[in-house]
């Protein structure tokens, strides 16, 4: 199976957080062939470390480690280049969820796991706003047990 997978479940690839189980269960049940980021992606998840650092919950040896088994892992991911088409959409996903709570961002998430719909299988993400965000844009999340 292809997935998609967002900076907030991403991290969790890599760092230990509270729901990184449910993640870990996802792999388990799922075969995992192929995974699609965004490429903000690269940019929110080195400010995800760096944030860790700043309140003391990595050392900088620890932000280093993970920051560079991060960027070897980039060659087995799928990207999502962020191109004028991406732009546009997560506009527009703006002015249609804007009123709702959706941000800059998440947009350009939702934008570009939207570009990918026909290619995954499913979506991935532990923020709950982005996942509403999701099911109404019709991308599929997994059911966790």
Do not use: H, W
């Not at 003391?56 to 799928?78: M, R, T, V």
Request: include cysteine; charged fraction near 25%.
């Amino acid at each position: 199976m292809k997935v998609f997978i967002d900076t907030s479940s991403l991290i969790k690839l890599y760092y230990k957080e509270e729901d990184t189980s449910k993640l870990d269960q996802i792999f388990t049940d799922y075969n995992v062939t192929g995974i699609f980021i965004s490429e903000i992606a690269k940019v929110e998840f080195f400010s995800a470390i760096y944030k860790k650092l700043r309140v003391n919950q990595l050392s900088l040896q620890n932000a280093d480690d993970i920051l560079s088994l991060f960027l070897l892992d980039l060659n087995s991911y799928i990207v999502v280049l962020v191109n004028s088409e991406i732009i546009d959409f997560s506009q527009s996903l703006i002015k249609k969820y804007g009123v709702k709570g959706l941000r800059a961002l998440d947009a350009m998430q939702l934008a570009s796991v939207c570009s990918v719909k026909s290619m995954i299988d499913f979506a991935i993400t532990d923020d709950k706003l982005l996942a509403e965000f999701f099911t109404l844009e019709n991308i599929k999340i997994p059911a966790l047990s």
